[in-house]
C-alpha cells in the first residue's frame, strides 16, 4: 500500500472510530450516576405528590435518596483521582470557607421575584409542629457531606472537562476554555429554583477549581455554603430554601 493509499483510508477509519466511540467512558459515568440517582429520586418525588402522596409522607424519600447517592459515591470512589492526593493547603481552605458564606449571604438574599424560576416546596422537618431532629440531621449531613461531592464531580470535574474533550481527565482544570465555563455555570445555576443564585454559587465553585487545579477546595466551598443554610433554615424556619 502506497503512502498515498494509506491518506486515502485514514479519514474513513477515523470516523468509523469516532461513530462506535461511546458519548461516556466508565470514567464518565462513575461521575454521572450518582448525580443522574439524584435527579431520579428528585423526579420520582414528584410524581409521587402527583399521585396524591402528601409532602409529609414523603419526608423519607430524602433520606434515602441521600443512601443511595453516598453508596454510589464509595462504589465509585477509587475512580475519583481528582480526590486523591494532597488536600488543600490552610491558606486555600480558608479561601474556600471565606467563598462559602460569600455564597450564603448571596444566596439567601438573591430572591427577587425575577430570580426565581418555578416554586419550592422546600422540605419542612416538622411533624404535628414539632421539628423532627432526626430528619433535620439527615438533611443537613446529605446536604453539607454527601451533595457538594457528588455535584462538584459531576458538574466541574466531569461536564466542565468533558465539554472541552470526551477524554475529559486529561483535561486541566487551569485550561477550561469560557466555552465550557459558562454552559456548565448556566446548567447549575438553572438546575436550582434560584436560579440567579445558582449561577452565582456555580461561579465562584468552579472558580476555586480552575483557579485551585484540584477539586476539593470547590467541595469545601458548596460544603459550607450548604450547611451554613441548612442552620439558617432551621434557625429561620424558612423551609422553602431546603
Same mark, same amino acid.
Given at each position: 500500500m502506497t503512502e498515498h493509499d494509506e491518506r486515502r483510508i485514514a479519514p474513513s477509519t477515523t470516523a468509523a472510530a469516532s461513530i462506535d466511540t461511546p458519548m461516556f467512558n466508565r470514567a464518565a459515568w462513575a461521575r454521572v450516576l450518582p448525580f443522574a440517582a439524584y435527579i431520579l429520586f428528585i423526579i420520582a418525588g414528584d410524581? @409521587?405528590?402527583?399521585?396524591?402522596? /402528601?409532602? *409529609?409522607g414523603l419526608r423519607w424519600l430524602y433520606p434515602v435518596? +441521600?443512601?443511595?447517592?453516598? @453508596?454510589?459515591?464509595a462504589l465509585f470512589w477509587r475512580r475519583y483521582a481528582e480526590l486523591r492526593g494532597a488536600h488543600p493547603s490552610p491558606k486555600v481552605s480558608l479561601a474556600a470557607i471565606a467563598a462559602?458564606?460569600?455564597?450564603?449571604?448571596?444566596w439567601i438574599n438573591l430572591n427577587a421575584e425575577w430570580m426565581i424560576v418555578g416554586t419550592s416546596a422546600g422540605y419542612d422537618p416538622r411533624i404535628g409542629g414539632q421539628i423532627d431532629w432526626a430528619l433535620v440531621l439527615?438533611?443537613? *449531613?446529605g446536604a453539607a457531606l454527601v451533595v457538594p461531592v457528588m455535584e462538584e464531580l459531576f458538574w466541574r470535574s466531569f461536564l466542565m472537562r468533558w465539554i472541552e474533550s470526551a477524554d475529559f481527565e486529561t483535561v486541566d482544570p487551569s485550561r477550561i476554555r469560557l466555552k !465550557?465555563?459558562? +454552559? /456548565?455555570?448556566? $446548567?447549575?445555576?438553572?438546575?436550582?429554583?434560584?436560579? $440567579?443564585?445558582? +449561577?452565582v454559587a456555580g461561579?465562584?465553585? !468552579?472558580?476555586l477549581y480552575m483557579r485551585c487545579r484540584t477539586l476539593?477546595?470547590?467541595?469545601?466551598?458548596?460544603?459550607? /455554603?450548604?450547611? @451554613?443554610?441548612? +442552620?439558617w433554615v432551621v434557625v429561620n424556619g424558612n423551609w422553602s430554601y431546603w
Open positions: 410524581l @409521587l405528590e402527583r399521585l396524591g402522596f /402528601t409532602e *409529609a435518596k +441521600i443512601g443511595v447517592v453516598a @453508596l454510589l459515591l462559602g458564606v460569600a455564597v450564603l449571604v448571596l439527615a438533611r443537613i *449531613a !465550557s465555563f459558562i +454552559i /456548565t455555570v448556566v $446548567l447549575f445555576g438553572f438546575e436550582h429554583n434560584l436560579w $440567579l443564585a445558582g +449561577i461561579v465562584v465553585y !468552579s472558580g476539593w477546595p470547590a467541595v469545601l466551598a458548596h460544603a459550607v /455554603t450548604n450547611g @451554613l443554610l441548612g +442552620i
